[in-house]
């Protein structure tokens, strides 16, 4: 099993940045990649940023040069960077866990809110 806590959200102006964090502890190595996704009200569940495990990324289109993940693998941590955010970036972040094997269910963590407003 496998759990996921972010945190780092907050409040934060147009044009500003936050960096967002999650922890994964237990038995990580099930993991072929990680994610954060993202759900904004009356939206559906959307992809932001993705890292496999031999370090390929890819970013959904509406933050594509805006956000960087990354990871540290001595910590179990993987980072989400939002930089020039916007008030469409208002949302809660989730982040998620990918097995290796497709059969097995995603895992998730509680969320963070963000808020982009001035």
């Known amino acids: 099993q496998v759990q996921l806590v972010e945190s780092g959200g907050g409040l934060v102006q147009p044009g500003g940045s936050l960096r967002l964090s999650c922890v994964a502890s237990g038995r990580v190595f099930e993991l072929n990649a990680m994610a954060w996704y993202r759900q904004a009200p009356g939206k559906q569940r959307e992809l932001v940023a993705r890292?496999?495990?031999?370090?390929?990324?890819n970013y959904g289109d509406s933050v594509k040069g805006r956000f960087t993940i990354s990871r540290d693998n001595a910590k179990r941590t993987v980072y989400l960077e939002m930089n020039s955010l916007k008030p469409e970036d208002t949302a809660v972040y989730y982040c998620n866990g990918q097995p290796h094997l497709s059969f097995y269910s995603d895992y998730w963590g509680q969320g963070t809110q963000v808020t982009v407003s001035s």
């Open positions: 890292i496999t495990n031999d370090g390929s990324t």
